[in-house]
């Protein structure tokens, strides 16, 4: 094969790769209740594996699994804020990192998360990263806490060096693959997956637990 042609083999191969990721990110937003076989969700998480996700409360929880560099989970973060905004004092909103291994920054963001302060920082964190997705290989992840209001970036650096926080994720993503989790948004609320076909179906889902 020439020279020439293996330049045009090359550049058809990237533009097929190109398109079947973009159809795949529109694809995963779109996952439904109707459709919460294994190949779309995961397996019903038990108890155990539900607590292990969660903890224990008294209110509902909500448990977003995502991943930063993620399009559909950026896709979705307005309608988690949402949900967040309206129902924050009758229920629980947790982020859980599930970065994928095909995201190359997406380990380090996770555990930048898993080493803040609180679930709101978490969540402040989280979503800033999201924000910043298109350049996140040029962002400064101390730079990023100090914007949202993590004030000792010393010790949140420390942290992210340290193996505990490292740990924290791997054991984030072994609980999900335990479920026979394999992308990303995914979103439960009391161990049950959430239809993130329509704008409105994770309040919805929320109106359906509390009026219960």
């Not at 040029?138 to 490292?166: I, Y």
């Amino acid at each position: 094969m020439s020279y020439r042609r293996l330049i045009e083999h090359s550049i058809t191969a990237a533009i097929v790769v190109c398109a079947v990721l973009s159809a795949w990110s529109a694809i995963v937003p779109m996952r439904t209740a109707a459709r919460s076989d294994e190949r779309w969700y995961g397996r019903k998480p038990t108890r155990e594996q539900w607590i292990e996700l969660a903890g224990e409360s008294t209110v509902p929880s909500v448990v977003v699994l995502s991943d930063v560099e993620c399009p559909a989970c950026r896709a979705l973060s307005p309608m988690i804020e949402r949900a967040r905004i309206v129902h924050s004092k009758r229920v629980r909103f947790l982020v859980r990192n599930f970065p994928l291994p095909y995201h190359p920054r997406a380990f380090a963001a996770a555990t930048l998360i898993e080493c803040a302060s609180s679930e709101e920082q978490r969540w402040l964190l989280h979503n800033r990263l999201l924000e910043r997705q298109d350049s996140l290989e040029r962002v400064d992840f101390m730079k990023v806490a100090w914007e949202v209001g993590v004030r000792d970036t010393v010790a949140l650096h420390m942290c992210t060096r340290g193996e505990k926080a490292r740990q924290k994720v791997l054991r984030a993503l072994k609980l999900a693959e335990s479920m026979g989790l394999n992308g990303t948004p995914t979103v439960l609320l009391e161990g049950n997956y959430v239809d993130l076909q329509n704008p409105n179906s994770i309040e919805v889902a929320i109106e359906r637990v509390l009026t219960k």
